[in-house]
């Protein structure tokens, strides 16, 4: 939930239920179908393949997306209430309190898979745009004390945009934290094509 899923509310007639979708670029094909099939095999899907989406988009036209959808679950409802918080009537994804107990090396690296990217000569940007100052410097404090890794909060260029760099002297730590759980065509992310 930290990056690329997001949660719909199902209304139901005695209790809500939860639906997770995630949607990844024709050029993340390889990740969004393995990802696919980890989760048909654990029956959190009903097909093998992700859907292909049409998008609408002013600047691109025939832009298509795959998108993973999962069944959706009553007992998921606590995920939703940790992720999603309602102010003035707008629902907005947030960053749960208990993030860092769920922070593992294979939640990093889907983490870093769908919203990392290398920055030769520096290391990795981390694009945390929904997420507030504060929740970043959050998450970035918990990488730095659960993983050692070094790393700081920067500006996006948009106002009240976030990301967050984890520097080029952890990367060859970082490589060996997350490296057993990428899939090959994703390891572009973590410089080793460079």
Same mark, same amino acid.
């Given at each position: 939930?930290?990056?690329?899923?997001?949660?719909? &509310?199902?209304?139901?007639?005695?209790?809500?239920?939860?639906?997770?979708?995630?949607? #990844?670029?024709?050029?993340?094909? %390889?990740?969004?179908?393995?990802?696919?099939?980890?989760?048909?095999?654990?029956?959190?899907?009903?097909?093998?393949?992700?859907?292909?989406?049409?998008?609408?988009?002013?600047?691109?036209?025939?832009?298509?997306?795959?998108?993973?959808?999962?069944?959706?679950? /009553?007992?998921?409802?606590?995920?939703?209430?940790?992720?999603?918080?309602?102010?003035?009537?707008?629902?907005?994804?947030?960053?749960?309190?208990?993030?860092?107990?769920?922070?593992?090396?294979?939640?990093?690296?889907?983490?870093?898979? #769908?919203?990392?990217?290398? #920055?030769?000569?520096?290391?990795?940007?981390?694009? /945390?745009?929904?997420?507030?100052?504060?929740?970043?410097?959050?998450? %970035?404090?918990?990488?730095?004390?659960?993983?050692?890794? &070094? /790393?700081?909060?920067?500006?996006?260029?948009?106002?009240? #945009?976030?990301?967050?760099?984890?520097? &080029?002297?952890?990367?060859?730590?970082?490589?060996?934290?997350?490296?057993?759980?990428?899939?090959?065509?994703?390891?572009?992310?973590?410089?080793?094509?460079?």
């Amino acid at each position: 939930m930290l990056g690329d899923f997001w949660a719909d &509310k199902i209304p139901g007639k005695s209790i809500d239920s939860i639906r997770f979708n995630i949607e #990844q670029s024709i050029s993340n094909t %390889a990740y969004i179908h393995y990802l696919t099939l980890f989760f048909y095999k654990l029956g959190y899907c009903a097909r093998p393949l992700p859907t292909l989406v049409e998008k609408s988009d002013i600047k691109i036209e025939n832009r298509f997306n795959y998108r993973l959808t999962l069944f959706t679950f /009553t007992s998921f409802i606590w995920i939703y209430d940790s992720y999603y918080k309602t102010v003035n009537g707008i629902t907005k994804k947030s960053v749960p309190f208990f993030i860092s107990d769920y922070l593992s090396p294979i939640g990093l690296a889907h983490w870093i898979m #769908q919203d990392g990217s290398f #920055q030769k000569g520096q290391g990795i940007n981390i694009a /945390t745009n929904c997420f507030t100052y504060d929740e970043c410097l959050f998450l %970035a404090r918990i990488l730095t004390t659960k993983y050692n890794l &070094k /790393t700081s909060v920067i500006k996006t260029g948009i106002p009240n #945009q976030w990301r967050i760099s984890i520097w &080029k002297e952890s990367m060859p730590l970082l490589r060996e934290i997350v490296k057993s759980y990428f899939i090959p065509e994703m390891e572009y992310k973590l410089g080793y094509f460079y």
